[in-house]
Structure formats: C-alpha cells, structure tokens
C-alpha cells in the first residue's frame, strides 16, 4: 500500500528552537495534512495543504506541499514547552482515505 | 457537543477471546473511520466507512470486522483476539472528506492489551 517516509523520528530541543520536519512518498498525493496528538487523546489537525507548492501558516506553524506532490515540510517557529507531542503528516492518495506517516515525536527542554 | 467518544478506555484481553470497541459521534457525519496506532508505524486504517450501513477494508482489514447499522455508531469487532492486535485504536469521523474544512475529528482512543 501507500508509504509515507516521516522525519526525524523524534527531536529533542530546547524551547525557543525553530524546528523541521518532513514527510516524503514514493506516490504523488492530492492532498498533505499534518496533525498533532497529545498523550492520552487522538490527533488533531493543524494545517491543510491542497496545491503543489503551496505555503500555509497556522500561527508558528508553517507548512508546504512540495511541487511534486510527494513531499511536504512542517516548520515550528520559537518552540515551545506546549508545542511537545507527535506531528503525523497524513496524505490524501485517491478516495476517502489518508495514509499516516510514522509520526515525529517533539520534545521540548525548558 | 461531545464529538467523537470511543468506549471503553482500557481493555485487557486473553488471546481467543473477542470483544466490540464501540465509536459514536454526535456531528451527523457521514465518514467514520477505524485506525490502529503502533509505535513507530503512526496510524493505518483498519476499516471505514461512507455511511450508514457501507463498510469497507482499509489497510490492515484481518482479524476485524465493523458494522454501521446507524449513521451515528461504527463499531470494531474482534472475534478471535491475537497478541498481534495489541494497539491503540482510534475512532476518527468527518462530515465530507478532505481538508481544513472538513477535518477528521479523532475520539481518544481505545488501549487494548491481548495477553
């Protein structure tokens, strides 16, 4: 099936870091989202992407479907201690359906 | 409006055993959906469904069955429960799919352990 390369696995920075990452896939997708999950509840979306190239902010946060249309980056700008938990980007192949990257796990020291 | 509310939290198994997870939204969507997260692996989709009484097989299908008798309810089945089901299991709804507009509304999950 679908397979989406998420990286890094996990980041442990200090607060006040800008952070990175990205997703790639062997297919092109209609469709990057990415999402963030807290302990203890499901993931929540915090931008959508929908034309290759295209460059959306939410807040800190910066987002970009890449001009393929296999790649997408998350930026978070300044980190901070609530920005902690795991970033899943989620593409958009064909149907009603997503396919979930592995997910980055974000650490924040203070 | 309580969204989207899995039931129940916690669940231990033995193996051979089944069990139903049970997913209600209060949104009127119309998509419903059945995902399992490992670590590691993020979230794969196990089965879903585009209305009342429509299921079909997402990515890792076997061992599972769902039934969407009301538009509201979408529930998981186990029949035959195996150390491999071990996971976290979310539930996850939207009204027409795609994008900001219509986000998946995720409830918190379902933890169930298969000894």
């Known amino acids: 099936g679908q397979q989406l390369n998420q990286s890094p696995q996990s980041m442990f920075i200090q607060e006040g870091e800008d952070v990175s990452m990205n997703c790639t896939s062997s297919?092109?997708?209609?469709?990057w989202l990415w999402y963030k999950q807290e302990p203890g509840e499901g993931p929540v979306l915090l931008i959508a992407?929908?034309?290759?190239?295209e460059l959306t902010s939410n807040g800190r946060l910066t987002a970009q479907f890449g001009i393929t249309r296999k790649d997408s980056f998350l930026n978070i700008s300044a980190s901070i201690p609530s920005d902690v938990g795991i970033y899943f980007c989620?593409?958009?192949?064909?149907?009603?359906?997503?396919?979930f990257g592995a997910g980055t796990i974000l650490r924040v020291k203070s | 409006n309580a969204g989207v509310t899995q039931t129940p939290k916690f669940r231990v198994l033995k193996t051979g055993q089944s069990m139903t997870l049970l997913c209600a939204q209060d949104?009127?969507?119309?998509?419903m959906y059945w995902y399992r997260q490992d670590p590691g692996m993020g979230l794969r989709l196990i089965h879903y469904?585009?209305?009342?009484?429509?299921?079909a097989k997402g990515e890792v299908p076997d061992g599972y069955n769902v039934s969407r008798l009301k538009k509201q309810n979408f529930l998981l089945g186990l029949e035959s429960a195996a150390p491999s089901q071990t996971s976290v299991y979310f539930c996850?709804?939207?009204?027409?799919?795609?994008?900001?507009?219509?986000?998946?509304?995720f409830g918190n999950g379902t933890r169930l352990t298969v000894t």
């Open positions: 996850a709804s939207t009204d027409t799919f795609g994008g900001l507009n219509s986000p998946l509304h």
């Open positions: 297919s092109i997708f209609n469709t």
């Open positions: 992407l929908y034309k290759a190239g």
């Open positions: 989620a593409g958009e192949p064909h149907g009603n359906k997503l396919v």
């Open positions: 949104m009127n969507h119309e998509y």
């Open positions: 469904s585009v209305g009342e009484g429509t299921t």
